[in-house]
């Protein structure tokens, strides 16, 4: 026995031998009006705009981030690299300076009792890196 095909717009159960339109979420008869689906263009563009303005402000500030970081790690490199004989101290200000030689060098001498090419001012901090005065 060959089964009856049902027209497309006949929702039938084959598992359970029923008509079963009435429980579908959506319109099953002809005619029912049209499924549109909204337009959430505008909507998309509007997000799409504010997240891309959110992640340009994030690459911003993590860019800024970097560059202090690295200036504070040159500021490192050429103070520890700098000559001095003895051991600074927590928390207490030194000064940078250029020699003759061009060499640099860490000092007590503050820049007005001084000659030399003044780098910059410094303290040490409690992780033994250099903070910029």
Same mark, same amino acid.
């Given at each position: 026995?060959?089964? *009856?095909?049902? #027209?497309? @717009? ?8 029923? @008509?079963?339109?009435?429980?579908? #979420?959506? $319109? %099953? +008869?002809? $005619?029912? #009006? ?11 563009? %509007?997000?799409? !705009? ?9 690459? *911003? ?7 202090? &970081? &690295?200036? *504070? ?5 050429? !103070?520890?690299? $700098? ?5 600074? !101290?927590? +928390?207490?200000? =030194?000064?940078? =300076? ?11 001498? $503050? #820049? ?7 780098? +910059? %001012?410094?303290?040490? +901090?409690?992780?033994? %890196?250099? *903070?910029?005065?």
């Amino acid at each position: 026995m060959e089964k *009856e095909k049902k #027209p497309d @717009y006949v929702v039938f159960d084959e598992a359970s031998q029923t @008509y079963n339109a009435k429980l579908m #979420p959506f $319109a %099953t +008869g002809l $005619a029912a #009006p049209k499924i549109v689906p909204p337009d959430v263009t505008s909507w998309k563009n %509007t997000n799409i !705009i504010s997240a891309n303005n959110q992640f340009k402000a994030r690459h *911003e500030a993590m860019q800024k981030e970097y560059q202090q &970081m &690295m200036e *504070e790690f040159e500021y490192n490199n050429l !103070i520890y690299n $700098a000559k001095f004989s003895f051991e600074p !101290i927590v +928390g207490k200000t =030194y000064h940078l =300076y250029r020699s003759k030689d061009e060499s640099a060098f860490l000092s007590l001498i $503050a #820049p007005q009792e001084c000659t030399f090419e003044h780098l +910059g %001012t410094f303290a040490l +901090g409690p992780d033994k %890196t250099w *903070e910029k005065l």
